[in-house]
């Protein structure tokens, strides 16, 4: 007989909320209502329960939410209406429905339990706390609140605000504080990861919001104008070294073997100083492209510490395979980090130049008097020669 009344009211629940509950109640719908029997069964199990207390608890479970398909606020009146009207057409004893309506009442937000039954069913309605989808399913609660308020509650709010009701909850049956309180300190738990993280998300996005598209055209650019003067210093140093060459190999093939003629000894000077200056252009051309690598072993500290940059081949080639990946994945985490290891490039990519344009300017300076004083030699060569 209590088995066929509670199938008759699970199914009149379910088709009233299914349908006519508002398309808004994302929480207060016959899922939460099949989640909260359920936990009554549990409970009135553990607290060794009577028959008839535990049809009374189930009973109210069932209809403890259907006065949300009228009102949100005062729902509680609403339903016992409807359990009570419902209840009496099938003939339920008096002291049962009054009993029922007692325990629908009970789940008020601010109503104190005052008896055992009444504690079961204010901890069957808050179980979801202890649930392992807690955070899911009070998602569902805020979206249902956002919906129906026409406001926002931002993710952080809400996450926070779950974190101060969960210090402040107490269950209030014995069987609820042994079964679910750990699991919602668990939750608790969760709840404050999950604010920290999207906390530390706020910072971090906080902290990235000064770098825009300017910024990154500008590093873009800087960094390929500085390649492409590096480009240009490493062809004018090539020119210098292939003009150099020609003329040391001229002169080896053709000036040299002719010195051992006493006709030709006053070419010798000339010679040795056209020798000299080449040489020392060839050699100041091949130190301005001369690759410098560094022999400094990387660390995962000198990375968080900002003191290098990765991205250059130079500095990373002694890091292991793992260390490296694990740099570059920190850097895309870290975008402050990230920039000022794209400033180290560029700052470090200026000094290579600066170096290399110092030694092109005294290689051409060198070729150039080089040029000069060898001509003017040779000229006074053949004008005491030829004077004589």
Request: charged share 25%; proline share 2%.
């Amino acid at each position: 007989m209590k088995e066929a009344l509670l199938l008759q009211v699970e199914t009149y629940v379910v088709d009233l909320l299914n349908k006519q509950l508002a398309a808004t109640n994302y929480y207060h719908n016959a899922i939460h209502t099949r989640r909260v029997v359920a936990n009554i069964e549990e409970l009135a199990s553990l607290e060794a329960c009577t028959e008839q207390e535990t049809m009374a608890l189930k009973l109210a479970a069932w209809f403890h939410d259907v006065g949300y398909i009228y009102t949100d606020q005062g729902h509680e009146e609403e339903s016992v209406t409807i359990a009570i009207s419902f209840l009496k057409q099938q003939e339920v004893p008096e002291d049962l429905l009054s009993l029922v309506e007692q325990l629908i009442l009970a789940t008020k937000s601010e109503f104190k339990p005052k008896h055992k039954l009444e504690a079961i069913i204010k901890d069957a309605d808050c179980g979801h706390i202890a649930s392992e989808n807690f955070i899911e399913i009070s998602g569902n609660l805020m979206k249902e609140i956002n919906a129906k308020n026409h406001k926002h509650i931002s993710e952080i709010e809400w996450l926070q605000q779950n974190l101060v009701f969960l210090k402040n909850h107490s269950f209030y049956s014995n069987s609820a504080k042994q079964l679910w309180q750990p699991k919602k300190e668990i939750n608790q738990l969760e709840v404050q990861k999950k604010i920290d993280k999207l906390l530390a998300k706020e910072k971090k996005k906080d902290k990235s919001s000064r770098f825009g598209r300017g910024i990154e055209t500008m590093f873009r650019v800087q960094l390929k104008n500085h390649i492409e003067l590096s480009a240009i210093a490493d062809t004018k140093a090539n020119i210098l070294l292939s003009v150099n060459a020609i003329i040391i190999s001229v002169a080896l093939s053709n000036l040299i073997p002719k010195l051992d003629s006493p006709s030709n000894l006053f070419l010798v000077y000339p010679t040795l100083i056209l020798m000299l200056f080449s040489v020392a252009s060839v050699v100041l051309s091949v130190l301005s492209t001369r690759p410098k690598i560094s022999n400094v072993a990387i660390t995962k500290e000198m990375i968080k510490e900002k003191k290098t940059n990765i991205l250059f081949f130079g500095n990373f080639q002694k890091m292991s395979l793992q260390d490296f990946e694990w740099g570059i994945d920190y850097l895309m985490e870290n975008e402050e980090t990230l920039y000022n290891s794209l400033t180290k490039d560029l700052y470090y990519l200026g000094l290579v130049l600066n170096r290399k344009y110092k030694l092109l300017r005294i290689t051409y300076t060198v070729f150039m008097f080089g040029i000069i004083i060898s001509a003017a030699a040779f000229i006074y060569s053949y004008y005491v020669y030829f004077s004589v």
